[in-house]
């Protein structure tokens, strides 16, 4: 489902022109993880995509040949992986996953990915 924001103009595809097609693929394989659990929505952003249940879930940065998955969490989140987190209050985490192939979206990045859409609806 590819969303334009009139107010922005700004398109899902726009985010993936220029980039490897790997970026392609990797959010596609996240996109149909997270559409396994219900209802998602696209929004495009001026620099990110957000996946909406209720309310955001997951922010998507597109770059030349990875993308950056920011998810939400009650508590914070422990990994390698994870290369920058912020509390955005008492009980929310945003952290931020590089994302490098469709491989890397395995059982630990999926459960992060989940807590963030159960707490989003």
Do not use: C
Request: proline share 2%; glycine share 4%; aromatic share 8%.
């Amino acid at each position: 489902m590819n969303q334009i924001n009139s107010t922005t103009a700004h398109s899902i595809e726009s985010h993936f022109n220029g980039k490897d097609p790997v970026v392609r693929k990797v959010y596609d394989a996240i996109l149909k993880v997270a559409k396994a659990w219900g209802p998602v929505s696209e929004e495009a952003k001026k620099t990110s995509i957000h996946l909406v249940r209720k309310s955001a879930f997951a922010g998507v940065a597109t770059r030349k040949a990875y993308l950056i998955l920011t998810v939400k969490s009650k508590t914070e989140l422990e990994s390698e992986r994870i290369f920058r987190r912020e509390q955005a209050s008492s009980s929310r985490w945003h952290s931020e996953i590089k994302v490098e192939s469709p491989s890397a979206v395995d059982g630990e990045l999926k459960t992060w990915l989940r807590n963030s859409f159960d707490i989003s609806g």
